[in-house]
C-alpha cells in the first residue's frame, strides 16, 4: 500500500538517530491521540463513517463543476487528478480569476452539469461570487435542468440554499477545511467524478492503523513529522515534495495548505516547496544540490505506472537501448536520490503501489496525521487560521469602494 524510507534523512544530514529518541513525540503522540478520542478534532472519526449514501447524487451528468477555496476544494482536486486523470468531466472554479472562470462557464452546458458550491465558513468571498455568477448564467437559461448541492455550515451560503432549497450536505465542525477531504467535501463531488470513495476511506483506514502504532519506527506519519520537526530546528525548513508523477501534483497543492496554514504560526512552521519529477531536475535540482541547506526532500514514487510501453532507443553511445518508458523516470528518481544523499542533502521517500483511490487515501490521511503530530510538537493550534482573517476585512471594505452603483 505504502512504505516509508527514511534512511537518507539519518545517514546524511545533520540530524541522528540520537536526535530522534531526544524528541519527547510519546507526549506529543498521546496530545493528538487525546484530541481524536476527545472529538475536539474529528478528522480521523469521518475516515469510520459507514453512510455513504448522502454523498450519492445521481452521477449522470456529462459535467461536475465544483465551485470553493483552499481545503473546500483541493482536496477534491488531489483525488480527482490523481485517480481520474485520463478523464477530462471535472471543472473546479477555485480562485477569483475571471478568464479562468469565464473560460469554464461559456464552455459547459450548466443543464448537463451537477454544481457543488462547496464553503464551510459560507463566506468565503472568491466561492460567494462564483456562486452568484453561475447563479446569473442559469437565470438567463430558459430552464434548468442541472443539479446544485451546497456543502456548507454556515453564513451567506447557507442561507442562499435554504431560501432556494438547494440540497444542502453539512461538515462536522470539528473538522478544519483543510482536513475536510474524508468529509461531503471531498467525497460528494469526487463520487459525481466516478471516484470509489469507499476505496478512498479504506486506504485512510489503513494508514490509520499504522498512525496508532507507538512505535515510531512504525508510525510513518510520526517519524516523518519527527524528522521534518528535527530538520526545521537544524535551519531545513523547507520540505520539497518532489512527485515523481504528474497526478500527483494537485495532491501536492493540497498538501501546501495543509503543511503551510496549519504549521505556520508564532513565527514557526515549516515551507512547503512543491516539485514534479524527473522535469524540475532541468529547473530546480541545482538549487537543492548546491544552493542554501535550509531543505529536506520528500520523493513519492509510485511502483507502477499505470500505462507504460516499451521503447528502443539509441543512447549518446549509439548504442541500443530497450525498456520500459517507466524505467527511465524510475532511473531518474533513482538517480536523483543517490546524487542528493551523496551531496549530504537529506531526504526520505514514499513508494505508493501505483496512484489509485486507495493510494490517495493513505497518502492524504498519512499526512493529516503527520501534521497533527508536528502541531503538538511545535505545541501551537494546529487547526485555526487566524493570520488570514486580516486580509479578508481589508479585501471586504474594498469591495464595498468597487460597487458601481453606489448601493451602499
Ligand atoms: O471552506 P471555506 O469556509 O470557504 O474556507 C475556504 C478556505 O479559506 C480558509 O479559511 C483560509 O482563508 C481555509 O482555511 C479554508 O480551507
Known sequence: MLSYDYENALRVGEVSFEDINGVDFTSAYSRLMEKLDNGVVGFRDVIYNENLDEYKFFNGYKNVVVVGMGGSILGTMAIYYAVSAFKNNAYFIDNSDPEKTLSILNKIDLNDSIIYIVSKSGNTLETLVNYYLIKKKIGKLNSFKGKIVFITNDGKLK?????????????????????????????????????DISKILKGAREMDKLCRNEDILKNPALLNGVIHYLYDKKGRDISVIMSYIESLRYFGEWCKQLIGESLGKRGEGITPLLSIGAKDQHSLLQLYMDGKKDKIITFIVPKKYRLDEE??????????????????????????????????????????????????????????????????????????????????????????????????
Open 311 to 408: 521503447i528502443v532507443f539509441e543512447d549518446i553511445d549509439d548504442k541500443e537501448v530497450c525498456c520500459m518508458l517507466s524505467d527511465i523516470i524510475k532511473c531518474e528518481q533513482e538517480a536523483t536520490e543517490i546524487a542528493l544523499t551523496n551531496n549530504g542533502i537529506p531526504n526520505v521517500k514514499i513508494t505508493i503501489d501505483e496512484v489509485n483511490e486507495e493510494a490517495l487515501g493513505a497518502l492524504m490521511y498519512m499526512y493529516e496525521m503527520q501534521v497533527g503530530f508536528m502541531g503538538e510538537l511545535y505545541n501551537l493550534n494546529t487547526y485555526n487560521q487566524p493570520a488570514v482573517e486580516g486580509e479578508k476585512k481589508i479585501c471586504w471594505e474594498l469591495i464595498k469602494k468597487c460597487d458601481r452603483y453606489g448601493s451602499k
Open 159 to 195: 442561507r442562499e440554499a435554504e431560501k432556494n432549497n438547494y440540497e444542502i450536505l453539512s461538515i462536522p465542525e470539528n473538522v478544519p477545511g483543510r482536513f475536510s477531504v474524508f468529509t461531503a467535501v471531498g467525497l460528494a463531488p469526487l463520487y459525481s467524478l466516478g471516484t
